[in-house]
């Protein structure tokens, strides 16, 4: 997943893209892979610790890694490594990407430094990558460098599985964010159709566009299924129509009272007038509220489920030979 902080980083060292899901370079001579989780902010970097003197290696660059850390706002959380990957965690912080770049840069400068190996070596057996038999992967949301050999070795152990981490999760925040955008965007919509004095049946049809929109934005940003999800599409496409009407009976009689047809209240005169607005024209708003619904009615029959487009994202995929 790619969020804004991600973004800036990918700017900032000229990274590749995949499918918008996370983003990669060599850097230093060490693969590195970047994305973003709901919880954390992830980097992989491909260098591989020869297994004789492992554990004393991992003990040195741990006091190194704890240094950089300090020097880059202690925004990492935990990291773990597992067969010639480094996999850090780090804060969701808005600033994490200076620290995070900068994180990068002095461990791969130093992982170079101590002559760790990086893309000179294969993934998978360990062993040195000669040109013309190196093929670049992806396994698991990152970027790896392995032999022809072990590219086929890769493929028949990871048929039939799907990457377990990059995988963003519904939760009620996001929905909401989402409906509230679509109540606000839909309040402006209503509130022009109303003050243009338009036929009642007329205007209850934007009551469609209210339901579609906050039904549309609650599942493209993630939000989480069930009777929360009801109960919040509910009450923002209640929450858009009056608050469209409030937009819309300031507008009408403001315009009024430039022609000279009543006399000038003041903003909050003409909010006022909202509640009259709204016995006076109670069927139309009832009619849009109604409309609102049945355009989601599949939100209330599924009990609030989101329904997936998306298939699983392999575990492992081919990108190029070079």
Not at 255 to 267: H, P
Request: hydrophobic share 35%.
């Amino acid at each position: 997943m790619l969020t804004t902080d991600i973004k800036q980083i990918q700017q900032e060292f000229d990274m590749a893209e995949v499918d918008k899901r996370f983003v990669y370079k060599n850097i230093n001579g060490y693969l590195v892979s970047l994305f973003a989780e709901d919880e954390r902010r992830v980097l992989i970097i491909n260098a591989l610790i020869p297994e004789e003197n492992e554990e004393e290696a991992l003990e040195k660059i741990g006091d190194k890694i704890e240094e950089i850390n300090k020097e880059n706002g202690s925004r990492l959380t935990g990291y773990v490594y597992k067969d010639g990957e480094f996999e850090f965690s780090f804060t969701t912080d808005k600033d994490v990407y200076y620290f995070m770049g900068g994180f990068i840069q002095e461990l791969t400068r130093y992982f170079k430094e101590e002559k760790i190996r990086g893309i000179t070596h294969c993934c998978y057996c360990h062993k040195p990558l000669a040109k013309g038999d190196r093929v670049l992967i992806e396994y698991n949301s990152a970027i790896k460098n392995v032999h022809h050999e072990c590219e086929d070795k890769i493929r028949e152990e990871s048929e039939g599985k799907f990457q377990d981490r990059n995988i963003p999760k519904a939760t009620k925040e996001k929905g909401r964010v989402g409906a509230i955008t679509a109540c606000i965007t839909t309040a402006l919509l209503w509130s022009v159709f109303y003050a243009l004095d338009l036929p009642f049946r007329l205007v209850s049809l934007v009551g469609l566009a209210v339901g579609f929109a906050a039904k549309k934005l609650y599942d493209l940003r993630g939000g989480y299924p069930g009777f929360y999800k009801i109960r919040t599409i509910s009450i923002t496409n209640m929450c858009s129509i009056l608050l469209g009407t409030a937009l819309g009976t300031i507008t009408k009689y403001s315009r009024m009272a430039s022609y000279g047809q009543i006399e000038k209240l003041g903003f909050f005169g003409y909010l006022a007038k909202t509640p009259g607005e709204i016995a006076a024209n109670y069927q139309t708003l009832l009619i849009a509220y109604v409309l609102s619904l049945v355009i989601c009615y599949d939100v209330f029959l599924s009990k609030g489920s989101v329904e997936v487009y998306d298939e699983p994202v392999p575990l492992f995929r081919h990108h190029r030979t070079y």
